[in-house]
């Protein structure tokens, strides 16, 4: 009996956060859009900076991790399971987005060493995932008992 109602909780708080997500990731698209505007129409004319360059392509990879989150949450409500390589995905997209936008002159050497670290361990457990013959899912149950 609990159970179910625990079953309800959840479902109502992935739409609440499915809701809130979209939400961001509009407000962040309607930021890029605003911040390329502003950009090329100011002085000089259609032409944006190199560092202004980089901030916008900070944001998309946020929009595009949003994007990817908003469909794992998707994928929890409709299929009552998480792909673990979809999260690994998303992992290795915000790894991108970082060493994207990061100022080698003055990032710490150690730091760039444990980011270099951790793209090799998302990417082989991305090979490992994949190359395998298991389907890797965190299977969420919400059948509830008949009474």
Request: net charge negative.
């Amino acid at each position: 009996m609990i159970i179910k109602y625990i079953n309800e909780f959840q479902k109502v708080i992935i739409k609440i956060v499915i809701v809130m997500m979209a939400f961001v990731i509009l407000s962040a698209t309607l930021e890029i859009g605003w911040i390329v505007f502003k950009d090329l129409f100011t002085p000089p004319l259609f032409l944006i900076g190199v560092e202004q360059i980089l901030d916008v392509f900070g944001l998309f990879f946020l929009v595009i991790i949003g994007i990817e989150l908003l469909e794992t949450v998707k994928m929890i409500i409709t299929e009552s399971s998480m792909n673990v390589d979809v999260i690994i995905l998303v992992g290795v997209t915000a790894i991108v987005r970082k060493v994207m936008i990061i100022d080698i002159k003055n990032t710490a050497p150690l730091f760039l060493i444990g980011l270099g670290t951790l793209i090799l361990a998302l990417a082989a457990t991305y090979y490992l995932i994949n190359s395998s013959e298991k389907e890797f899912k965190c299977t969420l149950d919400y059948k509830e008992d008949e009474e």
